[in-house]
Structures are given as structure tokens and as C-alpha cells.
Nanobody
């Protein structure tokens, strides 16, 4: 089992920045691909970004590419999502997930955090 806890969400104005953190405990954190998904009200959960176990490969949805940066520190069992130039359409609950069965689809991930709310005002 891997337990994931997100933090860092909040309310920010459009154009602002936030950094989300995902703290992991349990099984070896560095064994897993880590991803961030998000779910806006009334919409399906969607992929935002992922990072390989070593951190050498990163993946982004087109909607966040160039604005968001994913990273991880395996020594601290923590992953991060730096979000810059935020837009109102980035408003969502952001979830951290760990798994090894794919990259961009939610069913590739076995472990999920409880989510953290990000609200971007216009």
C-alpha cells in the first residue's frame, strides 16, 4: 500500500502560482510513476501531468504544458506540481496518484490521495 496526501491548494487570482505537494508513505515511493489528475465540478477526472520513477521523464496534458512543472524528490517521498500562469479553467480538485500500469489514464494508477482544491478567480 501507498498512502498519498496532497497539500498546497487554495484560492489564487488568474495569472498567479501555486505549488502542490504529494507526500507518500508506505511502499517504496521511488518504485512508482506519480501523476496529477484534476476534476472540475460536473466534469470527468482528467490527466494533468506525470513523472517517471526516476524523474527523468515527464508528461503533460496540452492544457497545462508550458505552465505546470512536475517534479519529485524520492529522498523525501514527495512529488510536486508547480503551477504558474493559472487560469480560471484550472479550477478543480487536484489528485495525486501512484501506479505502474500506464501514464495518462486514471485506471493505470492504484493509489490515490484525497485531493486538494485549487480555485482560480478571474
Amino acid at each position: 500500500q501507498v498512502q498519498l496526501v496532497e497539500s498546497g491548494g487554495g484560492l489564487v487570482q488568474a495569472g498567479g502560482s501555486l505549488r502542490l505537494s504529494c507526500a507518500a508513505s508506505g511502499r517504496t515511493f521511488s518504485n512508482y510513476m506519480l501523476a496529477w489528475f484534476r476534476q472540475a465540478p460536473g466534469k470527468e477526472r482528467e490527466f494533468a501531468s506525470a513523472i517517471s520513477w526516476s524523474g527523468s521523464s515527464t508528461y503533460y496534458a496540452d492544457s497545462v504544458k508550458g505552465r505546470f512543472t512536475i517534479s519529485r524528490d524520492n529522498a523525501k517521498n514527495t512529488a510536486y506540481l508547480q503551477m504558474n500562469s493559472l487560469k480560471p479553467e484550472d479550477t478543480a480538485v487536484y489528485y495525486c496518484a501512484a501506479g505502474n500500469r500506464g501514464i495518462r489514464y486514471s485506471n493505470a494508477y492504484d493509489y490515490w490521495g484525497q485531493g486538494t482544491q485549487v480555485t482560480v478567480s478571474s
